[in-house]
């Protein structure tokens, strides 16, 4: 599948998004990636959105500083959209992003606020300092989905969030889905604490970012 770029644009900190036309009969799940020469990028559009957009932050590969260099009009070629990291609309949700993690809970957060889900979803967003990737958007739709709570979690300020702290920001009920997205290490330690807790490992779903 071609796609080709209709607009680049830098986030927060040093992220930056490539935003491509939507071919006509595009279709995928919120949460799902596309595969760009050979690594894969999650979607961080939703469905309801008449773009496709990836969002990335610069790395040491070829690729990666190629995506960072890319320009309106380019062409690339990608795959067609494949994952199962996506939202199960019948269960209440945690959402626990590190960094660029973010990425796959903009998609579904918009799809949720599009369709106006009535689902109760909890984002938990950790990062390293006070520039959150997609911040004044969710901000937004907190205000425009009532079930929808969010979390911004400073380590450098508050440090890293641990079990005790995660105790404290939900509480657990034996039909919420966690959802953890980030880099490896993060997603494991937190999948390790999910365990510690007692949470079922059927109630837990992994995305893990790596840095390319």
Partial sequence: MLLTVKQTKNESGNAFSIIFEKP????FYPGQY???????????????????????????????KHLKRIRTGEIIQSSHPAGTFTI??????IFIAGGVGITP??????????RK????????????????IFKEELDKWQSELPNLTIHYINTVKE????????????????????????PPSMVDDFEEILLNME???TNIRTDRFDGY
């Avoid at 309801?48 to 690729?63: C, D, H, K, N, V």
Wanted: glycine share 4%; aromatic share 10%.
């Fill in 34 to 64: 596309i595969e760009l020469d050979d690594k894969c990028f999650t979607l961080a559009s939703s469905p309801t959105e008449a773009f496709l957009m990836m969002t990335t932050r610069p790395g040491i590969s070829g690729f990666k």
């Fill in 159 to 182: 440090g890293r969030l641990d079990q005790e702290k995660l105790q404290r920001l939900i509480t657990h009920h034996s039909s919420l889905i966690y959802y953890l997205a980030g």
């Fill in 24 to 27: 006509k009969a595009f279709n």
């Fill in 199 to 201: 949470i079922d490992s």
């Fill in 105 to 114: 809970f903009r998609s579904m957060i918009k799809w949720a606020v599009d």
């Fill in 117 to 132: 889900l009535h689902l109760p979803i909890t984002l938990i967003y950790s990062n390293s300092d006070s520039d959150f």
């Fill in 88 to 93: 199960d609309e019948a269960d209440p949700a």
